[in-house]
């Protein structure tokens, strides 16, 4: 008969987390550790809560919870321009606050560094500063974009995608718990490439209501903080509504 000692499986439990936390092998002088989950744990630790907010961060962004604080970060990119012939090759003003020449000649410039692409003429018509011509093009990668959310002559360009940086704080009571967490924006490789090309290419940028008037080459969004309520079911923690 094999000895109580080799055959003696030792297990530790735990009756207030309601599993075995380690299992001693003692005579092959072995041990496994079989923690219990922290999803399981009475008392929710950061590491438990920035994991959960991280693997539920799409959903809480489709839902719309905490509104603005999930949702990327875009560079709204008119893709059409209306551009008066006579202002194409000239330096005449098109209008009171911006010149068409500059925004044809800048988007001409992104073609150059193969930002966009496909310029073609869609369109044309007069009015009273004489006849228009209508031009659109594609952006180059369209996965740069919120393609759902593009509205006729509008690219929303991604330049930055916000992410759960770390849990800053809980406070917790019996089965709730309120928790504080940092969210920083990582810029795209799309906005990197993008800003890369235009910096390079001497773009012109801040000129009227050109397509790059608004463009930031040092994008650096701050960090913020935000709570989120948590629960304790019999499952586990979840991220409250």
Same mark, same amino acid.
């Given at each position: 008969?094999?000895s109580?000692l080799?055959? &003696?499986?030792?297990? !530790?439990?735990?009756? =207030?987390?309601g599993?075995i ?6 005579a092959m002088g072995l /041990?496994?550790?079989?923690g219990c989950?922290?999803?399981q744990?009475?008392?929710?630790t ?10 539920q961060s799409g959903?809480?962004?489709?839902s719309g919870?905490v ?9 709204n990119f ?6 008066h ?12 606050d911006?010149?068409h ?5 800048q988007?001409?410039a992104l073609?150059? &560094?193969?930002l966009? !692409?496909?310029?073609? =003429?869609t369109?044309?018509?007069?009015d009273v500063?004489?006849?228009v011509?209508?031009? /659109?093009w ?10 759902t959310?593009?509205?006729g ?5 991604i330049v ?7 849990v800053?704080?809980?406070s917790q009571?019996?089965t709730?718990?309120?928790v504080e ?8 490789d799309c906005?990197?490439?993008?800003n890369?090309?235009i ?8 000129v009227?209501?050109t ?7 040092n994008l ?11 629960k304790k079911?019999d499952?586990g923690?979840r991220v409250?509504?």
């Open positions: 008969m094999t109580s080799g055959r &003696a499986v030792a297990y !530790v439990i735990d009756n =207030r987390w599993c936390s380690t299992c001693c092998l003692a /041990t496994l550790h079989l989950s922290g999803l744990s009475n008392t929710l950061r590491d438990t809560a920035l994991q959960l907010l991280r693997s959903t809480l962004a489709r919870y509104g603005r604080f999930l949702t990327p970060e875009v560079f008119r893709i059409r321009w209306d551009v012939t006579a202002e194409m090759y000239t330096n005449s003003p098109g209008s009171n911006f010149n020449r500059d925004a044809f000649h988007m001409d073609q150059a &560094a193969g966009v !692409v496909n310029k073609r =003429r369109a044309g018509y007069a500063l004489g006849p011509e209508v031009y /659109t594609d952006v180059a990668d369209r996965s740069c974009g919120q393609t959310n593009a509205v002559q509008i690219f929303p360009l930055g995608l916000p992410e759960f940086t770390a800053t704080g809980i009571k019996d709730d718990a309120t967490v940092e969210i920083s924006v990582k810029l795209t906005y990197k490439r993008f890369q090309a910096v390079s290419s001497s773009i012109p940028v801040g009227g209501a397509p790059l008037r608004d463009w930031n080459p650096n969004f701050p960090t913020r903080h935000q709570t989120y309520g948590f079911y499952d923690w409250g509504r």
